[in-house]
């Protein structure tokens, strides 16, 4: 999929710029904002190899850094859930504000902690918010309350080997209400660095976004609203 657009771009969150990259495929079916975990920001190499599947997909991607290089050398801030929900939910509003990106449907893509962020801005965000995908992601740190309100169809992926995120991941799945689904990528450990792993992921959220997050053209709702639904369990 040839990329139309690629653009390194700063999103003000208050008195704070994020620094970011926004690509959009020429025929752009929704975006999709990443949400990193501690410690990593836009140039993961992880979630940039996802970001480029989805971008074959047709999904845009936009990958930021949720903190300044600043407050990256302050280790609670990795781990301050609620200053990445207040970025995260920044660069959502800023998408909406880009006459390219306003009608696009918008995805969240979360790993580790950044997981919980997402899912704290899908509970705030409710609709506007057409799907999540959590990869070793802790969905525990969003909170109960979080978990329950959301209402954006959810992908929980965990390796298999990564037993107490696995443990967590179980726990916050019993706790959403919403469509969610619980996928173990056999052999992985918590950063999916076991051979074809990665690429498990990638698939699956090329999949989740591409039935959930599809931007479609006036008279093609029907077929969305038609598109068949992964079993909560």
Do not use: K
């Amino acid at each position: 999929m040839d990329t139309a657009i690629r653009e390194e771009v700063r999103i003000w969150a208050g008195p704070v710029a994020l620094e970011g990259v926004l690509e959009l495929p020429s025929a752009c079916n929704g975006v999709v904002v990443f949400s990193h975990g501690s410690g990593s920001g836009r140039n993961s190499p992880r979630n940039n190899y996802v970001a480029g599947e989805l971008r074959r997909h047709a999904l845009g991607t936009l990958l930021l850094d949720l903190l300044t290089r600043e407050e990256e050398r302050i280790q609670e801030n990795r781990f301050d859930i609620a200053l990445l929900a207040t970025r995260l939910d920044a660069a959502c509003d800023w998408l909406h504000a880009r006459p390219d990106t306003a009608s696009q449907h918008l995805g969240l893509f979360g790993a580790s902690t950044g997981a919980a962020a997402a899912l704290q801005v899908a509970a705030m965000r409710g609709s506007d918010i057409s799907a999540v995908v959590s990869r070793g992601g802790r969905p525990d740190l969003a909170g109960a309350r979080a978990l329950g309100a959301v209402t954006a169809p959810t992908l929980l992926i965990v390796g298999s080997r990564d037993q107490m995120v696995l443990s967590l991941n179980r726990e916050a799945l019993a706790a959403m209400h919403g469509e969610c689904d619980l996928v173990e990528v056999p052999g992985a450990t918590h950063l999916f660095e076991e051979p074809g792993t990665l690429e498990q992921v990638a698939s699956l959220a090329c999949g989740w976004f591409a039935r959930h997050c599809r931007t479609l053209l006036p008279g093609q709702m029907g077929a969305r609203q038609g598109a068949p639904g992964s079993p909560r369990r």
